[in-house]
């Protein structure tokens, strides 16, 4: 069984920037397609980036594009999502997830096909 852990969440003023990190022992690396989802209380999931290293396709949401950057270690084994000039908007318990099948990613930030998923780690973003 493959367990995404999630850590880097916190809470910031309005302007920081965070940090996200995805570990899951020995299963990420070029080939495994790797999600960001967020969710805000009383709102549905949303997602805010994926990629797939092997063919270095990534993809953002649109509103988030020049602010978030998606990105795997593969040394590490590890996501990353690097979250700059935070918004209060941007507040949300956020999930990393990865594809069920290796060298496959989804075109857009649909959460079909992503089988693992971790715990999340909230952000918080205050004015």
């Known amino acids: 069984q493959v367990q995404l852990v999630e850590s880097g969440g916190g809470s910031v003023q309005a302007g920081g920037s965070l940090r996200l990190s995805c570990t899951a022992s020995?299963?990420?690396?070029?080939?495994?397609?790797i999600a960001w989802f967020r969710q805000a209380p009383g709102k549905e999931r949303e997602g805010v980036a994926r990629i797939l290293l092997a063919y270095d396709m990534t993809y953002y949401r649109d509103s988030l594009k020049g602010r978030f950057t998606i990105s795997i270690d593969t040394a590490k084994n590890t996501a990353y999502l690097q979250m700059n000039s935070l918004q209060p908007e941007d507040t949300a318990m956020y999930y990393c997830?990865?594809?069920?099948?290796?060298?496959?990613?989804?075109?857009?930030?649909?959460?079909?096909?992503?089988?693992?998923w971790g715990q999340g780690t909230q952000v918080t973003v205050s004015s």
């Open positions: 997830a990865a594809y069920g099948s290796r060298f496959l990613c989804p075109r857009d930030l649909s959460p079909t096909g992503f089988t693992y």
């Open positions: 020995g299963y990420i690396d070029s080939s495994t397609c």
